[in-house]
């Protein structure tokens, strides 16, 4: 089992930076790769980015050049950095795990962490 526990959103306004973190727990060694999705109201959960354990990452292009992914193995813990955020940043954040597979199939999700970005 692995359990995975978001913090760091908040409220902040356009043009502004958050940090997020997510911090893994339990059978950490089965981790893979790790991510970041986010889903706004109404909206469908969508991929923010990627990282492999190798730290290769991938981001959406809505993000690209204002977020960045980050993990440390040691610690298993996955970062994003989130800067220039634009109102339609807002979403709430989940932290995803690869569990047992090289493929960036995500089992285990964080509870979330809400991001509201005001004009």
């Known amino acids: 089992q692995v359990q995975l526990v978001e913090s760091g959103g908040g409220l902040v306004q356009a043009g502004g930076s958050l940090t997020l973190s997510c911090a893994a727990s339990?059978?950490?060694?089965?981790?893979?790769?790790m991510a970041w999705y986010r889903q706004a109201p109404g909206k469908q959960r969508e991929l923010v980015a990627t990282i492999t354990r190798g730290a290769n990452t991938n981001y959406a292009d809505s993000v690209k050049g204002r977020f960045t992914i980050s993990r440390d193995n040691a610690k298993m813990t996955v970062h994003l950095q989130m800067n220039s955020l634009k109102p339609e940043d807002t979403a709430v954040y989940y932290c995803?795990?690869?569990?047992?597979?090289?493929?960036?199939?995500?089992?285990?999700w964080g509870q979330g962490t809400q991001v509201t970005v005001s004009s």
């Open positions: 995803g795990a690869a569990i047992a597979t090289q493929t960036l199939t995500f089992s285990a």
């Open positions: 339990g059978s950490i060694s089965r981790i893979n790769a």
